[in-house]
């Protein structure tokens, strides 16, 4: 049984694309309310998004993906990424580069915990830059000049508000919200939305860790998918 997988952010005001095994959905979301509503109903990847049938992103699926300017976003699935198009509320999304490995990417990736894949990543407020996690690590990116922006560290030393929580070794899917600086983190059947900080470590729980079918009545009779 599959909760959450993958998450990016529509250019579309308060949409959000939920990735779950080889299917997806997409949502209209409401901060800190409960009348989100699906928009695209539960269908196969390789349906929604014709480019990337018969490739890794849609069977076994996506591990992550953010994204960046207008209709664009990276997604990963194992080692491999690539750079669509993905052209929301149409099936008209197109491959911009890739598929290929993150290493090749990403060279700053390359021989870091974060070469043969990447479990979960949220676009940060500042210029292009992205989070980035793996197991209890993290760390922050350039995705345009693909440079590290400062070092590999523990989730719980550059998010001490998730010590404590199932979050501080692990996040399954995670996406930026269209609220200034907030995001979303999934794991398992739970979620929590944080108030973040890029470079320091003010972070802020915005309520508490909970069944994501709670805070996303729209999701149930969805999740999770076997």
């Given amino acids: 049984m599959s ?11 308060y949409e959000v694309y939920f990735f779950m095994k080889n299917k997806y959905v997409r949502v209209y979301y409401t901060p ?29 699926g996506m591990d992550c993906s953010f994204d960046t300017e207008a209709s664009e976003a990276y997604v990963f699935s ?6 669509i198009d993905y052209a929301p509320g149409t099936t008209n999304d ?9 290493a090749e990417m990403f060279p700053v990736l ?27 690590k993290y760390t922050r990116i350039a995705y345009d000049s693909k440079q590290l922006v400062g070092t590999i560290r523990n989730i719980v030393d550059g998010f001490p508000i998730l010590k404590g929580t199932i979050f501080e070794s692990g996040i399954d899917a995670c996406f930026a919200s269209h609220e200034e600086s907030e995001a979303y983190l999934f794991k398992g ?21 909970r069944p994501i079918l709670d805070g996303w009545p729209c999701l149930r009779g969805i999740l999770p998918v076997s």
């Fill in 3 to 13: 909760y959450i997988n993958a998450a990016f952010r529509s250019s579309r005001e």
């Fill in 32 to 60: 800190g309310r409960t009348d989100d509503k699906i928009l695209t109903n539960l269908r196969l990847i390789s349906s929604g998004f014709p480019s990337l049938a018969a490739t890794f992103f849609t069977e076994p």
């Fill in 78 to 83: 194992t080692k491999f990424c690539a750079y």
């Fill in 94 to 102: 197109k491959i911009l580069s890739g598929p290929t490995t993150i």
């Fill in 110 to 136: 390359k021989n870091t915990v974060f070469e043969n894949g990447i479990d979960s990543v949220f676009r940060s407020t500042k210029g292009k830059e992205v989070y980035l996690f793996k197991g209890n």
């Fill in 189 to 209: 059947d739970q979620y929590v939305r944080i108030k973040f900080t890029p470079g320091t470590t003010d972070d802020v729980l915005l309520g508490n860790v």
